[in-house]
């Protein structure tokens, strides 16, 4: 584990970090303007749009490939994302030479889980025809990671729209109601996420849906055809439990391949930390994503 990362472990202890996430979560600040179009560094070319009155954006460096990322940020399906969020992007786009699109999901307690998958389609299914000849790959964080891995099943039941290439997630939150037993003994090593306050808030997230509807909970969907998935999480986090039941599932599953890394001594979205860890995740999703001969 390098210096920072235990310095991030540290602080977020030191500074208790879980019970301002809790803080954040029971009142979500509003109008960060992290993801508007001035705030990208000047590298990358900017293009802002508005699906059904929620704005997004996509981004490209100089010579990108016919490579596209759907990025879905994390934040309990409630915050609005860090500026850290727009690094990582602004790193895809200019360092990977990869279009990146960075949609402002609606955001609970206003919206719910529906609402978030009806915008989702509609983003989606924009941009598979603005950029025809682009592959398309999704890759998301905590609720992000979520919220893709139950996109990519309504994709695969909708029918009518192009299956990602592949999909990488980190710290997938795949039970909205947290109910796996072992997350109680996972609170001990975890400093960021305050279990009961995640619940409330996945509560308001899912609205009208039950607790185990694929739409909030991808963990109990249909997980056959869903193309190749790679999936991060750390060992001192509360949820890797559920990571492990679904790598669980891996071997019986058909059309799908689940890539299963679990990060030794890593808290919890560890890519919102710049460190060497974070550096060789994103090498490993951009080899997953790109390089015909994986190597896993």
């Known amino acids: 584990m390098s210096m920072k990362t235990e310095m991030a472990r540290f602080s977020a202890r030191l500074k208790k970090a879980d019970k301002k996430m809790a803080l954040e979560l029971d009142q979500p600040p509003r109008g960060t303007g992290t993801l508007t179009q001035e705030c990208f560094t000047k590298k990358v070319r900017v293009k802002a749009w508005n699906v059904d009155g929620f704005p997004g954006v996509t981004i490209n460096g100089s010579y990108s490939k016919a490579a596209h990322i759907l990025m879905l940020q ?141 739409f909030v909970s991808p963990l109990y969907g249909n997980w056959d055809h869903l193309g190749q998935i790679l999936i991060f999480s750390g060992t001192d986090e509360i949820l890797t439990p559920d990571c492990e039941l679904l790598a669980e599932k891996a071997g019986k599953l058909k059309g799908t391949e689940i890539i299963y890394k679990k990060g030794a001594k890593m808290i919890h979205d560890w890519i919102l930390i710049p460190c060497k860890e974070t550096d060789a995740t994103f090498e490993l999703i951009f080899t997953f994503f790109l390089e015909e001969a994986l190597g896993f």
């Not at 389609?121 to 890759?139: G, K, M």
């Not at 609720?143 to 893709?148: D, M, N, P, R």
């Open 74 to 214: 994390g934040g309990a399906y409630t915050l609005e994302p860090s500026k850290r969020y727009r690094e990582i992007a602004e790193y895809f786009a200019i360092e990977k030479q990869v279009k990146v699109t960075m949609p402002s999901c609606p955001l609970a307690p206003k919206y719910t889980a529906l609402d978030v998958h009806r915008y989702l389609v509609r983003v989606y299914s924009w941009l598979t025809a603005e950029y025809p000849e682009d592959d398309f790959f999704v890759f998301g964080d905590f609720s992000g990671g979520g919220l893709a891995l139950s996109f990519l099943q309504e994709l695969r039941d909708m029918g009518n729209l192009p299956m990602p290439v592949r999909t990488a997630v980190v710290s997938p939150w795949l039970d909205i109601a947290l109910n796996n037993p072992k997350i109680k003994i996972m609170k001990k090593t975890d400093p960021i996420l305050p279990v009961e306050e995640l619940k409330e808030a996945g509560a308001r997230y899912r609205g009208p849906l039950e607790p185990d509807h694929p």
